[in-house]
Antibody, heavy 119, light 112 residues
Framework: QAQLVQSGAEVKKPGASLKVSCRASGYTFIEQYINWVRQAPGQGPEWMGR????????MYSQKFQGRVTMTRDTSITTVYMEMSRLRSDDTAVYYC?????????????WGQGTTVTVS | DIILTQSPLSLPVTPGESASISCRSS???????????LDWYLQKPGQAPQLLIY???YRASGVPDRFSGSGSDTEFTLKIDRVEAEDVGVYYCMQALQTPWTFGQGTKVEVK
C-alpha cells in the first residue's frame, strides 16, 4: 500500500540548517505532488509548499520563500525539504503528504511526521 | 491568503448522537472546473492528519459513511452521524483553491 516514511527527529541550534527526507513507496512516484505541512506545538497545520516529482518544479508559500528548498531523487523515490537560518519558532512537527497531480483528491497519504526542535 | 473560520472551536458530543462543524471561507472556493476545493481532515491525538472529505462532499477512500460534507462557495459543513469514541480529535477544514493552502483553526471534538 502507498506510504510515506520520513526521517527521524532533529535538534538544531538557531541559525543552523535542516534537511528532512520523505521516502515514497507503493504508488507511482511521479504521479503525485509531495506537499510539506508543519505544525507548531499546540497550533494548527501550516502548508509550506509542494514539489512535483515529475520534473522537480516547486511552489512555496511566500512565508517560506528563500528559506526553504524542496528537491527530489527519483532513483530512490525520495523528496527532501531543506530549511535554512532556523529560528526557535521553526520548532514543529514537519509532515510530508501527497496530492494528485492529475485529479485532486486531497492530501490522502501522510508521513508519520518529523519532530524538529530548534534550541 | 484565504482565511477559513471554523465554529465551534470545541464540541463535546454524546456517543450515538450527531455533530456538525461549520467552516466559512473569506473567498469563494469554487474552481473554474466547478468543484469547491475544500477538504476536511481529522487529527487524532499524536497522529498525522487524515483526510476525510475533499471537494467539499466527496468522502475519501475508507472513510465511514457516518461522515458527510456539504456546502459550497464560502459556507461548508462537516456532519458526523452516530458519533463514536474513535472520532475524538481535532477537525480541520482546508482550502486548496489557491496557494498557500490554508487551514481553519480546528474544532476539538470530545466525547462526553
Amino acid at each position: 500500500q502507498a506510504q510515506l516514511v520520513q526521517s527521524g527527529a532533529e535538534v538544531k541550534k538557531p541559525g543552523a540548517s535542516l534537511k528532512v527526507s520523505c521516502r515514497a513507496s507503493g504508488y507511482t512516484f511521479i504521479e503525485q505532488y509531495i506537499n510539506w505541512v508543519r505544525q507548531a506545538p499546540g497550533q494548527g497545520p501550516e502548508w509550506m509548499g509542494r514539489i512535483n516529482p515529475n520534473g522537480g518544479g516547486t511552489m512555496y508559500s511566500q512565508k517560506f520563500q528563500g528559506r526553504v528548498t524542496m528537491t527530489r531523487d527519483t532513483s530512490i523515490t525520495t523528496v527532501y525539504m531543506e530549511m535554512s537560518r532556523l529560528r526557535s519558532d521553526d520548532t514543529a512537527v514537519y509532515y510530508c503528504a501527497r496530492s494528485s497531480r492529475l485529479y485532486y483528491h486531497g492530501m490522502d497519504i501522510w508521513g508519520q511526521g518529523t519532530t524538529v526542535t530548534v534550541s | 491568503d484565504i482565511i477559513l473560520t471554523q465554529s465551534p472551536l470545541s464540541l463535546p458530543v454524546t456517543p450515538g448522537e450527531s455533530a456538525s462543524i461549520s467552516c466559512r471561507s473569506s473567498q469563494s472556493l469554487v474552481h473554474r472546473d466547478g468543484y469547491d476545493y475544500l477538504d476536511w481532515y481529522l487529527q487524532k491525538p499524536g497522529q498525522a492528519p487524515q483526510l476525510l472529505i475533499y471537494f467539499a462532499s466527496y468522502r475519501a477512500s475508507g472513510v465511514p459513511d457516518r461522515f458527510s460534507g456539504s456546502g459550497s462557495d464560502t459556507e461548508f459543513t462537516l456532519k458526523i452521524d452516530r458519533v463514536e469514541a474513535e472520532d475524538v480529535g481535532v477537525y480541520y477544514c482546508m482550502q486548496a483553491l489557491q496557494t498557500p493552502w490554508t487551514f481553519g483553526q480546528g474544532t476539538k471534538v470530545e466525547v462526553k
